[in-house]
């Protein structure tokens, strides 16, 4: 990291460049945020489902992956997080209110940035959002997190994991998830691990919501929870909750269904009771 850098980031806090694709001319403005380890890439089949006279699309590497940098510093907070694609869409002379569909880590920024700006967001609709934490009034959720806190800490602790790339089970986690990592985007991920996914707040964000919100989740997904998710909104009429048979990835199946609901010809399945057999 050269001093500039270091002067201008660091010291004086100025927003790093995302790296983005943009696509599309439409009045509609939607922001795609992808998941931990990955990459603007895995929104490619959404992107081809949304017609670009309707949609203009912005699809962003999130700091740290992909193209975007990636400071061996920073926190990687979810507000470091969000800061970074809110000064992207100050630059691109965005102010809302526009649509955020939120992938896995990206459903913590996206909801984030709907708690702590709504005037910006119109509509989110967050795919297998990783909600993690102690709900005193959900103690079923509250013990799966902590088996998978244990294990994300145990990862988050183990470097050489990502790097044994002929091992089966790295392989087979690696198909399943989505994930992929390059030695410098180790820390990136360790960090957003800890800091963004561990320690989020992203349920009582979600509780008080006033912006209509879809949560989907895929009944083959065994990376993130979806125990307790019925009752834990029921009380809020602005999210409705969605089941689609799929894994954890963006595959065509789920890019269609995430563009229908997009343009509003999802099924309405309301809550589905098989949220909680997870």
């Known amino acids: 990291m050269g001093f500039l850098d270091t002067l201008w980031h660091r010291l004086l ?39 670009p006279d309707r949609w203009r699309i912005i699809a962003p590497d999130l700091l740290g992956f ?26 691109q002379r965005i102010d809302g209110p526009v649509h955020f569909v939120g992938h896995s880590m990206g459903c913590l920024v996206a909801a984030h940035l709907a708690a702590t700006r709504p005037k910006l967001v119109k509509r989110l609709i967050l795919y297998e959002p990783p909600l993690l934490g102690e709900v005193p009034d959900f103690p ?25 790339e002929n091992r089966l089970m790295w ?36 509780k008080g919501m006033t912006i209509p919100t879809d949560i989907v989740y895929g009944r083959l997904d065994f990376v993130v929870i979806r125990q307790g998710v019925r009752e834990m909104f029921h009380a809020n009429k602005n999210i409705k909750l969605h089941l689609v ?34």
Request: no cysteine.
């Open 140 to 164: 079923g959720h509250g013990k799966r997190s902590a088996r998978y806190r244990a294990l994300f800490e145990y990862i988050a602790s183990h470097p050489e994991l990502a790097h044994v």
């Open 13 to 51: 806090g100025r927003p790093y460049r995302l790296d983005f694709i943009e696509a599309g001319y439409g009045r509609q403005t939607v922001v795609l945020l992808h998941g931990l380890a990955a990459s603007k890439d895995v929104w490619r089949r959404l992107i081809e489902e949304l017609p």
């Open 171 to 206: 392989r087979m986690a690696r198909k399943l998830s989505g994930l992929h990592l390059s030695k410098e985007e180790w820390y990136p991920f360790e960090q957003s691990l800890r800091n963004t996914i561990l320690e989020q707040r992203t349920y009582y964000e979600l």
């Open 245 to 278: 048979t799929d894994m954890h990835g963006i595959s065509a199946r789920s890019a269609r269904y995430l563009a229908n609901l997009l343009k509003g010809s999802a099924k309405k399945r309301g809550v589905n009771t098989s949220l909680n057999r997870h």
């Open 66 to 91: 992909g193209m975007s940098p990636k400071p061996q510093w920073g926190k990687y907070t979810v507000q470091e997080h969000a800061r970074m694609v809110l000064a992207l869409l100050k630059r």
